[in-house]
């Protein structure tokens, strides 16, 4: 008898989406636009799009979030489609998603679970992930409303098992509380970790240059660009989760580390916010941001506005920090419009960059930018003779060399731009090389 082979691939999920368009929601991005991310979000999920609608909203139903009208008709949509999943793109209350599910017969998943489920798939590093499952737990925590059919009361039992006339609701946020806190204890630890990585790293005399901006606006390609790398860069939402960092080779030989961060997105879930706070302490530890803009984007200046509340959430005020606004995907923007945009680039204090990190455009000015942000110090002179090879190399390795002489007998004069620690590590480890009459980075 021949057997069949077993497909093992899990069966493709139909989804529907709906936007809830709330009559006093910011009106910076348009409802087809939101409609279009959430569409974005299930994809990343591997959902099948049957079909989407955006909602118009009047004030919310607690029950039910929508009108008892507008729940039929979704129902019916629903049945039409043979959708086995609904995207509710707003935040769901526990009562109103149980409701949903009942009233539609389909699973129902609103924002922050989506994007939950998004950053579990997708989280590789044993912080990322412990991030996700704390972020999860604490969502789900709120989720345990009496939904199960378990719920009658326990008898007795001791340890683990609950205390006597003990509910299994109690038993489950017990048990969920427990799991929290030992997720807490592993965080603890993991970001001690990190945080001695980055002491450090800081005990080596390169500056940090961070990326931020919304997903998918080309951070990981314009990473890989400039550190020669190959960090998945997908068209895709969170395509990046986990922080990466790598050397980034500064004209005139000044190294750096590039960090390439999470994405954000417009009303990220707090769950996350606060998950993520750890990773996210690149940037705020950076000497210099990156703030990439999809450019070509209709929603660019929307989507800028949501990046810098996230950085705000997070204690990270652009305002007094050093910002390059970096505006990628310049290729896909109309000939017709560039010179409207490089007027406007213009006009940012300092100036924005227009780049395409995909086509390699506009990057050599950019480098150019970020050297004279990091070498804030005035130059020193180094004088060293044809036996200092170890010092040149050292200068070249840890500082920005602006100018370099080297006479018959081979003895080589530079003037070079040193941090404060560099200055000072250079004259431990070679002292006298530097020219005294020279300024210190402090003067």
Avoid at 150 to 179: N, S, W, Y
Avoid at 423 to 435: K, M, S, Y
Wanted: hydrophobic fraction near 40%.
């Amino acid at each position: 008898m021949s057997s069949q082979p077993i497909d093992r691939e899990a069966p493709v999920q139909g989804a529907l989406i709906i936007h809830p368009d709330h009559e006093h929601r910011d009106g910076s991005r348009s409802p087809q636009a939101r409609l279009e991310e959430a569409a974005g979000l299930a994809r990343a999920l591997d959902l099948e799009i049957r079909d989407g609608l955006v909602a118009p909203l009047r004030k919310r139903t607690p029950a039910t979030l929508f009108g008892k009208g507008k729940v039929a008709e979704i129902g019916a949509l629903c049945e039409e489609l043979e959708a086995d999943v609904c995207v509710v793109d707003d935040a769901l209350t526990p009562v109103q998603q149980r409701n949903l599910e009942k009233a539609w017969k389909v699973k129902v998943i609103d924002r922050t679970g989506l994007i939950l489920e998004i950053f579990a798939r997708r989280a590789r590093t044993r912080e990322g992930r412990l991030q996700v499952e704390l972020a999860r737990l604490s969502y789900e925590r709120s989720r345990l409303v009496r939904t199960w059919t378990h719920l009658e009361r326990q008898r007795g039992g001791f340890g683990v098992m609950g205390g006597p006339g003990e509910t299994q609701i109690e038993t489950d946020r017990r048990l969920l509380a427990e799991k929290i806190g030992r997720l807490k204890k592993d965080l603890v630890e993991v970001r001690r970790t990190r945080t001695l990585q980055r002491s450090a790293r800081k005990r080596r005399p390169y500056p940090v240059v961070a990326l931020v901006g919304y997903t998918n606006a080309g951070k990981s390609t314009l990473f890989n660009r400039l550190t020669a790398s190959d960090v998945v860069a997908e068209d895709m939402l969170f395509a990046t989760l986990d922080p990466t960092l790598r050397m980034l080779d500064l004209p005139d030989g000044r190294p750096a580390i590039l960090s390439d961060t999470v994405g954000f997105i417009s009303d990220l879930p707090h769950e996350l916010v606060e998950a993520f706070r750890a990773t996210l302490e690149e940037v705020r530890e950076a000497d210099v941001i990156l703030h990439v803009r999809d450019i070509a984007s209709p929603e660019s200046d929307a989507e800028a506005a949501d990046v810098r509340e996230v950085l705000d959430r997070l204690g990270v005020d652009l305002e007094e920090r050093r910002v390059i606004e970096v505006w990628n995907k310049v290729d896909l923007v109309p000939a017709d419009d560039l010179p409207l945009l490089e007027g406007d680039a213009r006009r940012m204090h300092p100036p924005a960059h227009l780049v395409s990190a995909a086509a390699g455009i506009g990057l050599e000015p950019l480098l150019a930018t970020i050297a004279s942000l990091v070498d804030e110090a005035p130059p020193v002179e180094a004088r060293l003779g044809a036996q200092d090879g170890a010092a040149l190399a050292w200068l070249y390795r840890n500082g920005r060399v602006i100018e370099r002489e080297t006479d018959e007998a081979g003895a080589v004069r530079l003037s070079v731009r040193l941090s404060p620690k560099a200055h000072g590590q250079f004259e431990q480890l070679f002292p006298g090389a530097l020219d005294p009459a020279a300024s210190s980075p402090d003067a």
